[in-house]
């Protein structure tokens, strides 16, 4: 049972990696025994996951990678492969929203700007496929190999004041099953594309909308969103990480072009 779920020497590709919910899955994929590549923008962040996996006798690596910038990108894989030889998994965790594109009592629909949606829908969207291109072509032409995008509860649904955010996770939902696609008839059968889809977690990216910035009680949508989640409570960062190792795993080998939702119930949930 347990050569089902095997990631031992598989080397892991993590984009967004040293960020909250990705940070989580790095320390346990590394605990399983794979060789984990944290790739941040941020390398503060990603040296800090890095340090903690090699604490505890883990193998991982850091790289400042920008996953809308192909050339960075490239370099990224290049310093990868002189560290660990090969490639053969990449999770696609960079990804996030911000206040500018957000509508609020400030801030309606009909003034935000596009600049801050277009960022939106490019860190979400376009950072997914272009880290798809550049670590996918190794694993066409290897004739294997695993993606794995993080869509949202927001790609089922739109979720209100976020409609860039929505649609461009929407978007990495539907590239998600293009790809799967693609890869089996073009490449090789033994790739397989999935998505998480992550229901409501706190971190930095929605803190200033589910939570008070002053008295860190929940705002109104936050209340909301625990009133629309049938276990009643936010997601822990850990709780993702059994669904991915499923997912990344030979247990998961005839599984590909789905989006699982690990979400306390909330897609399923009409609110009635
Ligand atoms: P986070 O902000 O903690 O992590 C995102 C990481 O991406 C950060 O470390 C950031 O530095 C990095 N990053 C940003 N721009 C980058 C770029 N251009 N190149 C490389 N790295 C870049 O956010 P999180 O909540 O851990 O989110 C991780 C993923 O999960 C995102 O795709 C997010 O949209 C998705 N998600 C989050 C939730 C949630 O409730 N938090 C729910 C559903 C989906």
Redesign the pocket.
């Known amino acids: 049972m347990s050569d089902l779920f095997k990631l031992q020497d598989k080397t892991i590709v993590i984009?967004?990696?040293?960020?909250?919910?990705?940070s989580a899955m790095a320390v346990a994929l590394a605990k399983a025994g794979a060789r984990i590549a944290i790739?941040?923008?941020?390398e503060v962040?990603a040296a800090e996951v890095a340090d903690e996996i090699q604490s505890s006798r883990g193998l991982a690596v850091a790289v400042k990678?920008?996953?809308?910038n192909k050339e960075s990108l490239e370099s990224a894989k290049e310093e990868i492969n002189s560290v660990f030889g090969k490639i053969d998994i990449l999770i696609n965790?960079?990804?996030?929203?911000k206040k500018e594109a957000t509508t609020s009592p400030d801030l309606s629909f009909f003034d935000l700007p596009s600049e801050a949606l277009q960022f939106v829908f490019n860190?979400?969207f376009i950072?997914t496929l272009l880290p798809s291109q550049v670590f996918g072509k190794e694993m066409a032409e290897s004739g294997g190999g695993i993606i794995l995008n993080?869509?949202?509860?927001c790609a089922f649904s739109p979720l209100t004041k976020i409609p860039g955010?929505s649609a461009a996770?929407a978007a990495v939902s539907n590239f998600t099953q293009w790809l799967a696609v693609h890869v089996c008839q073009n490449y090789s059968k033994d790739i397989r594309v999935n998505a998480i889809?992550?229901?409501?977690?706190?971190?930095?990216?929605?803190r200033f909308l589910l939570t008070d910035e002053k008295t860190g009680e929940l705002t109104a949508r936050g209340k909301t969103i625990i009133d629309h989640t049938p276990m009643g409570r936010f997601?822990q960062?850990e709780e993702l990480v059994g669904t991915v190792m499923w997912l990344l795993s030979d247990a998961a080998k005839f599984v590909t072009g789905i989006v699982v939702p690990i979400d306390g119930g909330f897609s399923a949930f009409s609110g009635v």
């Open positions: 984009t967004g990696g040293g960020g909250v919910l990705c790739l941040d923008l941020d962040a990678c920008d996953v809308l965790g960079a990804g996030g929203n860190l979400n950072g993080i869509s949202s509860m955010y996770k889809a992550p229901g409501f977690f706190l971190t930095e990216q929605n997601g960062p």
